[in-house]
């Protein structure tokens, strides 16, 4: 690799973690360039990964001991309403 006119066949690589505003990277990247002792720079932006709740426990699991299952199941297990005719019969008029 060549850089300020010399061959570098060696090296050693550093990684900093910094904060900093958007405006000083050029003013780093200028001053990196002209330092004899630093071969190549490069910044890389880090992006944040949203948090997630870990729900495999859960979902490993049988299905009759799963929260999600057992509210389906009561869900499924409603008794219909049936229709009362109001007539005071003991019977269905309405039907033959």
């Known amino acids: 690799?060549?850089?300020?006119?010399?061959?570098?066949?060696?090296?050693?690589?550093?990684?900093?973690?910094?904060?900093?505003?958007?405006?000083?990277?050029?003013?780093?990247?200028?001053?990196y360039d002209r330092d004899v002792d630093?071969?190549?720079?490069?910044?890389?932006?880090i992006f944040s990964h949203p948090e997630y709740d870990c729900t495999l426990e859960d979902e490993?699991?049988?299905?009759?001991?799963?929260?999600?299952v057992k509210q389906m199941l009561t869900t499924g297990r409603k008794k219909e309403r049936k229709f009362e005719y109001k007539t005071g019969l003991p019977y269905n008029p309405f039907r033959f």
């Not at 060549?2 to 001053?31: C, T, V």
């Open 60 to 68: 490993l699991q049988p299905p009759a001991y799963r929260e999600e």
């Open 1 to 31: 690799m060549r850089n300020h006119g010399h061959w570098n066949s060696e090296g050693s690589y550093f990684l900093m973690k910094f904060d900093s505003p958007p405006r000083a990277i050029g003013e780093l990247q200028e001053e």
């Open 38 to 45: 630093i071969v190549r720079t490069g910044f890389s932006k």
